[in-house]
C-alpha cells in the first residue's frame, strides 16, 4: 500500500508541523487520530491556534465543528498560549485534604491573577491540576515541569517571586 | 518465543546477575522521582564505577509502596558464595549519603537511613498485582523474565483453550477493580461468546479520581504484567487487538509502556503468532486528553474513535457492541495485572485469598492524614482499622482519625466507629461508600466533612460531560447549595432541597457520572448531619476549615505552616 501524501499543505513552512503531518500518518489520516493529532500538535506548539485546527481538520477530513469541540471538550488541550513558566498546583483529594486549596489562594494573590490564567507580562501561568498522582508527597506541584511534593507555602510564594523577577 | 526459549532467556538473565553479589534497587517511581531519585541513580552508578565495583548492580526500579519516605532505596546482599540474598532498605536518601551506602556494602548497614520493614507497613501487605513492583526495572523485559513474566500467556496458549481460560477466571472470583466489581470471568464470558468479525481488548488506565494512583503506579513499575493480562485476555475472548487508555497526566507511564510493547513485540510476545502459536495479538497505547467522565466505558470507547467522551445509553453494553461497533472487552489496569498470577497458580489459589464475595487482593493508595502515605496492597476481608491504623500507623500526632473516604467522586466516607468493617464489595456499599478504584484518604478532626462533599460536587459539576440534564443541571445546583452551607447562608429548607436533588440526579443521570455524583453527599448527611446543622443552625464550622464561620472545638489547623 502507498504511503498516504498529506492532502493540504501546512499553513507555514515551519519545521514544527512536520511532526504532526508524521502523527496523522501514522494513523493514516484516519479522523479517530484526531486526539492523538492534537497532543503532537500542542507538545509542538505549546498550545492549539486556529490555524492549528484548521489544518488538522482538512487534513483528516473533518469538520472544523469536529475538532474545536473535540479540542475544548478535553481539559488537556489549550487555546491560550502559556506564560514563560508555568506553576501547577495538585487539587487531588489528598492535597486538598492537606491545604492546597489555601496554597492556591495564595499563589493567586501574590501573582494577582486567577487560577488558568496567565500574568499579563507573559511570565507565569497559574494552573490548578485534577490529581497529578503523587498523593504520598501531598500537598504536591508542578513547577516548569518538575514535580515538587510537600510544599511549603513560603518556598513556593519564593519560587514563584522568582520567577516573575527574573 | 516458545515456552523453552522463554526458560531459557529467564535463565540466561539469572546467571548473568550471579556476578552481582549486590543489587542497589532506586526507586524511580514518580513520587520518588519528584525527590529527584533518578538523579541518585546517576550518582550511584558513579559512585560505583568510580571505586571500580564489578561486583554491584544499580538497577532502576518501580515503585516500593512508602511514597511519603522517597526516594527509597534497597540494597541486595548475596553474603560469601550464598546464593540467599538479605535485602536492606533505606529511606529518605539524599545524593550525600550515596558514599556511605556504597561503602557499606558487604558490611554494616547505614543506620541513619534504615527503613524498618518489619512495622505492619510492609508486613501487613499481600502482595500480588505489586509483586514484581519494585523489584523488576521496568524498562527491561529480560529483568520480568526472571520473576515469572509472560509464563501465564504462554501456558495458557500452549496449554489452555480459551474456554479453559474464562472457565479459571471465573472460578477464581476476580471482581472488576475499577470499583463497580462486575465479576470478571462473566464479563469474559460474555464477550468471548459474543459474534464480531472482530474483537477488541481494553485496558482502561484512565485513572481520573482524585487521590488515586494505583494504576499509575503498577504500569509505571509493571508494565510487562499490564500487558501479559492483556494478551490473555486477548486469547481468551477471541480478540486480535487491544488498545491501552492512558491518561496524558501520566507521562512516565506512556513512556513505559510504549517501551514495554517494543520489547514484547521483538521477543515474539506480543504479535504475530505469539510463542510460535497461531495466536497473534497487538497492542497499541491511546492517550486521554484529562476527562474525568473517559473513565466511563462507552466514553472511552468514543475518546478512542478520536471524539468528545460522552457516554451513551446502555444496552448495549460494549461487550456487544463497542469500539467501531465491535464486541470489546474492558477491564481496569489493576485487573489485568491479576489475570497472569492466576493464570500461572489456579483458580482455586485466589479464591482461597479473601472473604465474602470478594476474593484475591486489593491495591489502595493510602493517603490523607496518616503518618504512613503510599501505595499498599492487602487481601480482601482485611478491617479498615488495621489499613488505617496498622499499616497507616495511626492519625498525625495530636489529631484524631474522624472518618475514611473511599471510592473518590463516587464514593463515600466512611466514620471512625465503623472501622472495623472488613474491605468487601458489599459491606462497603452497605456503608454508603464503594470500594472504587483504590483512594482511600483518611482525614482527621481538622477535615471539614461538608467542605470535603463540596469539594467533590465542584469535581463532578467541572467534570460533568454535559450531555444529560440531571448531572448537567443537578451538580451545579447541589454545588452552590453546598457553598451556601459551607458560607452560612443556608436555611434548612436548602438542606431539604439538597437532599431532594440528590434522590434525583442518582436516579435519572445518563452514566455512572451523574448516578454516583450525590453519593459523597448522601453518605457525609448519613454520618455527619450534625456538621450540615452546625454550619446552618450554628453558623459555625465545627473543624474550622470554612471561612467566614466561627470554628468550633476545634482551632483552624495550620496545615501549611
Known sequence: MPTPSPRVAPPSDDKRWRLVEATMRRYNFAPAALIETLHTTQESFGFLEPESLLFVARSLGL????????????????????????????????????????LLAQVEQELGIKVGETTPDGKVSLMGARCIGSCGLAPAGVFDGQVAGKMASATMLAQVANWRAA | ???????????????????????????????????????????????????????????????????????????????????????????????????????????????????????????????????????????????????????????????????????????????????????????????????????????????????????????????????????????????????????????????????????????????????????????????????????????????????????????????????WGFPTLINNVETFANIAPIVKNGAEWYAALGSGKSQGTKVFALTGKVLNTGLIEVPMGITLREIVYDIGGGPLPGHTIKAVQTGGPSGGCIPEAYLDQPVEYETLVKLGSIMGSGG?????????????????????????????????????????????????????TDLEQLEELCEVVKSTSLCGLGQTAPSPVISTLRYFRDEYIAHIEHKTCPAGVCSGLKSGAVKAQEVLA
Not at chain 2, 482511600?440 to 460533568?464: G, K, Q
Not at chain 2, 454535559?466 to 453546598?482: I, N, Q, S, Y
Request: net charge neutral; proline share 5%; aromatic share 6%.
Open chain 2, 1 to 323: 518465543m516458545t515456552p523453552e526459549e522463554l526458560n531459557q532467556a529467564a535463565e540466561r538473565e539469572a546467571t548473568a546477575s550471579t556476578v552481582h553479589d549486590h543489587v542497589v534497587g532506586v526507586c524511580t517511581s514518580t513520587a520518588c522521582l519528584a525527590s529527584h531519585s533518578d538523579k541518585l541513580k546517576k550518582e550511584f552508578d558513579a559512585a560505583v564505577k568510580a571505586k571500580g565495583l564489578k561486583n554491584v548492580r544499580v538497577k532502576a526500579v518501580g515503585c516500593c509502596g512508602l511514597c511519603a519516605s522517597g526516594p527509597m532505596v534497597y540494597v541486595e546482599s548475596k553474603a560469601n558464595g550464598s546464593s540467599e540474598a538479605a535485602t536492606r532498605t533505606y529511606a529518605n536518601v539524599a545524593s550525600e549519603h550515596v558514599p556511605a551506602v556504597v561503602e557499606s556494602l558487604g558490611a554494616a548497614p547505614v543506620a541513619a537511613l534504615a527503613c524498618d520493614t518489619t512495622q505492619p507497613f510492609f508486613t501487613r501487605q499481600h502482595k500480588i498485582v505489586l509483586e514484581s513492583s519494585g523489584v523488576v526495572d521496568p524498562e527491561r523485559i529480560e529483568d520480568s523474565f526472571v520473576v515469572g513474566g509472560y509464563q501465564a500467556l504462554l501456558k495458557a496458549l500452549t496449554t489452555m483453550t480459551p474456554e479453559e481460560v474464562v472457565d479459571t477466571i471465573t472460578r477464581s472470583g476476580l471482581r472488576g477493580r475499577g470499583g463497580g466489581g462486575f465479576p470478571t470471568g462473566l464479563k469474559w464470558s460474555t464477550v468471548s461468546k459474543a459474534v464480531g468479525d472482530r474483537k477488541y481488548v481494553i485496558c482502561n488506565g484512565d485513572e481520573g479520581d482524585p487521590g488515586a494512583f494505583m494504576d499509575r503506579s503498577v504500569m509505571e513499575s509493571d508494565p510487562h504484567r499490564v500487558l501479559e493480562g492483556m494478551a490473555i485476555a486477548g486469547y481468551a475472548v477471541g480478540a486480535t487487538e487491544g488498545y491501552l487508555y492512558v491518561r496524558a497526566e501520566y507521562p512516565l507511564a506512556v513512556k513505559r509502556l510504549k517501551l514495554a510493547i517494543k520489547q514484547a513485540e521483538r521477543a515474539g510476545l506480543l504479535g504475530a503468532n505469539i510463542g510460535g502459536t497461531f495466536f497473534s495479538f497487538k497492542v497499541d497505547v491511546r492517550l486521554g486528553a484529562g476527562a474525568f467522565v473517559c473513565g466511563e466505558e462507552t466514553a472511552l470507547i468514543a475518546s478512542i474513535e478520536g471524539r468528545r467522551g460522552s457516554p451513551r445509553p446502555r444496552p448495549p453494553y460494549p461487550a456487544a457492541s463497542g469500539l
Open chain 1, 63 to 102: 469538520p472544523l465543528s469536529r475538532v474545536l469541540g473535540v479540542a475544548t471538550f478535553y481539559n488537556y488541550f489549550s487555546m491560550k498560549p502559556q506564560g514563560e513558566h508555568t506553576c501547577v498546583i495538585c487539587l487531588g483529594t489528598a492535597c486538598y485534604i492537606k491545604g492546597s486549596g489555601q
Open chain 2, 440 to 492: 482511600l484518604i483518611a482525614m482527621d478532626d481538622t477535615s471539614c466533612m461538608v467542605d470535603v462533599a463540596r469539594y467533590f460536587m465542584e469535581f463532578c459539576m467541572t467534570e460533568s460531560c454535559g450531555k444529560c440534564v440531571p448531572c448537567r443541571v443537578g451538580t451545579v445546583e447541589m454545588h452552590a447549595l453546598l457553598t451556601k452551607i459551607c458560607e452560612g447562608q443556608a436555611t434548612m
